[in-house]
Nanobody, 126 residues
Framework: QMHLVESGGGLVQPGDSLRLSCVAS????????MAWFRQTPGEAREFVAT????????DYADSVKGRFTTSRDNAENTIFLQMDRLKPEDTAKYYC???????????????????WGQGTQVTVSS
């Protein structure tokens, strides 16, 4: 059973950067594809980014492509989401998710991932 804890959220201004972290315990993430999703109140959870078990493959939602970068450190059981040039529409609660397989899924959805963190809030506002 993989337990995930996100950190790094906060209140920033448009154009600023934030780096989210997700630490896994209770099970190594070494063989797991991992992902980031986000959710605003009243809306469905939205895919943001995913990374394969070794980090060689990544995929991003069109809305964040070129601004967000996901990476991982398997030795530290940690994945990251570097968010640059943040926009007000990036405001959401961000969730880390883990899969039971290692390759990234095509058109990732919530149902592809079995393990979830509690989320960290990101607010982009001037």
């Amino acid at each position: 059973q993989m337990h995930l804890v996100e950190s790094g959220g906060g209140l920033v201004q448009p154009g600023d950067s934030l780096r989210l972290s997700c630490v896994a315990s209770g099970g190594a993430i070494t063989r797991s594809a991992m992902a980031w999703f986000r959710q605003t109140p009243g809306e469905a959870r939205e895919f943001v980014a995913t990374i394969s078990w070794g980090g060689s493959q990544t995929d991003y939602a069109d809305s964040v492509k070129g601004r967000f970068t996901t990476s991982r450190d398997n030795a530290e059981n940690t994945i990251f989401l570097q968010m640059d040039r943040l926009k007000p529409e990036d405001t959401a609660k961000y969730y880390c998710a883990g899969a039971t397989f290692g390759i990234i899924p095509t058109n990732p959805t919530e149902s592809d991932f079995s393990y979830w963190g509690q989320g960290t809030q990101v607010t982009v506002s001037s």
